[in-house]
């Protein structure tokens, strides 16, 4: 049983979203594409489901935010895909891949060929085994990748109403979970091994006023400590987590957001990694021409910083797979992914954009008794990154273009006098 197609799109979330839109645009023929992906939906603006989808009071749900709503483009329901002629695999896992031979084969058996594939099977979420604790499979402990994932969360959420739950991790499903979970009137306390929260992009300045928020809404923080064991009930479930430090925790519910792994697996041995994901050029092509690699599994060169990284965002997933389809559709008019690095926060009322590269020396600005406050990074006399919190449309736009010129700064007191006016005035 076989099926041979011209693009087939291996992975059904945001990148594959946005790579289909890409694809009309550039004019597909009708049979010529498809999208093979393990969940039952079409591809979703998988941000939501930390945010909108967990509210208590009209809560976000498909078809809402199908892609490419995120980027205020067309939203694409099902229907669109088959109005476009675009074939979709969905609720079907490939098992693995044969680039020399150009196919891929399902977990139903079916093998299906294509002539140029683009991978975008992003990552999945670590889990507390790998770190040496048992228990992920009790019915409360949640961890939040996909719908499937949200709808549990949700389901646990509300059968413990006023409840504790232990949220493990200080990244960002920590963090927007954690106010996600305040919002719906459950007590949180939240667990991680670092000094502050947002250990990977925060400075302590930045993460003290978060975590002074988040105290202002009752979250409690315990830092510098890791989960040892869960206590369960008769049951399974788990009513309490005991830390490393000796202390224990009661617990009706837990969320665990403790980073991923890039779903690389089906290409070891078969494509170059780097950085744990498939290392990609400029046109987003990987070590075989025929295979593209797009979103969080991509390791592709960063031209504005000159190395390869992999980012785990949704502007990176977004920009790659429009740029990769570009590079296929219109090799001679497509030149090199050129990606300034971005990343957003919302969480409460409060909401922060960061561009660039968190390198360097720190200069801080702005109010941090307030509302609007940022950070400057400067590497080797030159702005490499901008963090804001509470800016307007324009001022992140200022920020974004500032860093995206990468100017030359000699006097620091200078730039901490001027602020976020640097930026409103490069
Ligand atoms: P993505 O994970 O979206 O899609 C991968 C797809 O491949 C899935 O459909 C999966 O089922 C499928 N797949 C994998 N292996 C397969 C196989 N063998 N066979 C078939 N299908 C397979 N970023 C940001 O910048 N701002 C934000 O606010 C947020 N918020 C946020 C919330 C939550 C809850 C999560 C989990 C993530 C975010 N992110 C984010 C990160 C952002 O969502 C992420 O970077 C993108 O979804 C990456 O898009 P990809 O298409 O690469 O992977
Ligand atoms: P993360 O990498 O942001 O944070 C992981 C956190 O896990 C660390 O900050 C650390 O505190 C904690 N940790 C690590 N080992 C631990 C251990 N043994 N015990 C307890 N804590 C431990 O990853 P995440 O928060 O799980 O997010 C998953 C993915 O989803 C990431 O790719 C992220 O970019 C993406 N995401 C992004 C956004 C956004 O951009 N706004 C929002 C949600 C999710």
Redesign the pocket.
């Known amino acids: 049983m076989g099926r041979a197609f011209v693009y087939v799109i291996l992975g059904g979330g945001v990148a594959a979203g946005y790579a289909a839109l890409e694809f009309t645009k550039k004019g597909v023929s009708h049979g010529e594409l498809c999208i093979i992906s393990e969940e039952t939906v079409v591809p979703y603006e998988r941000?939501a489901l930390?945010k909108g989808f967990l509210l208590p009071e009209a809560p976000a749900r498909l078809p809402e935010f199908h892609t490419c709503v995120g980027a205020n483009e067309e939203r694409l329901t099902p229907k669109w895909y088959k109005e476009h002629g675009i074939e979709l695999v969905l609720g079907t896992r490939v098992k693995s891949a044969d680039v020399r031979r150009k196919t891929l084969l399902t977990a139903t058996g079916e093998t299906i060929s294509y002539r140029v594939l683009i991978i975008a099977t992003g990552?999945r979420?670590l889990k507390l085994e790998e770190?040496g604790v048992n228990g992920s499979d009790a019915e409360n402990v949640c961890y939040l990748r996909d719908l499937t994932d949200a709808t549990r969360l949700v389901n646990v959420m509300q059968s413990c109403p006023g409840g504790n739950a232990v949220v493990?991790?200080?990244?960002?499903?920590?963090m927007?979970c954690a106010a996600s979970l305040v919002i719906n009137k459950i007590n949180v306390a939240m667990?991680?091994?670092?000094a502050h929260c947002?250990?990977?992009l925060f400075t302590p300045k930045i993460a003290n006023y978060y975590e002074e928020f988040y105290k202002s809404k009752g979250v409690k923080f315990v830092k510098g400590t890791?989960?040892s064991s869960f206590d369960f009930n008769s049951e399974g479930k788990v009513t309490g987590v005991n830390l490393r430090d000796g202390s224990h925790l009661p617990a009706d519910m837990v969320v665990v957001?403790?980073?991923?792994r890039p779903n690389t697996s089906l290409f070891e041995g078969q494509l170059t990694l780097e950085k744990g994901g498939i290392k990609v050029n400029g046109r987003l092509q990987s070590s075989n021409s025929s295979v593209y690699a797009v979103g969080?599994v991509a390791a592709f060169p960063v031209k504005i910083f000159g190395d390869t990284r992999r980012l785990?965002?949704?502007d990176s997933a977004r920009k790659s797979a429009r740029h990769a389809v570009a590079a296929i559709m219109e090799p001679d008019k497509t030149g090199e992914f050129d990606y300034l690095p971005f990343?957003?926060?919302r969480v409460f009322t409060l909401s922060w954009q960061f561009y660039g590269d968190s390198a360097g020396e720190v200069i801080h600005f702005g109010d941090f008794s307030g509302t609007t406050f940022g950070a400057y990074f400067v590497s080797k006399c030159h702005l490499v990154g901008s963090f804001l919190e509470g800016g307007t449309k324009e001022e992140y736009e200022a920020i974004a273009k500032a860093t995206r010129l990468k100017p030359s700064v000699e006097d620091l007191a200078e730039l901490e006098r001027q602020g976020l006016g640097f930026a409103l005035t490069v």
């Open positions: 941000p930390s990552a979420a770190f493990i991790g200080g990244g960002y499903i920590g927007e667990v991680f091994p670092e947002m250990a990977r890791v989960l957001g403790i980073g991923i969080d785990e965002h949704v990343f957003y926060s």
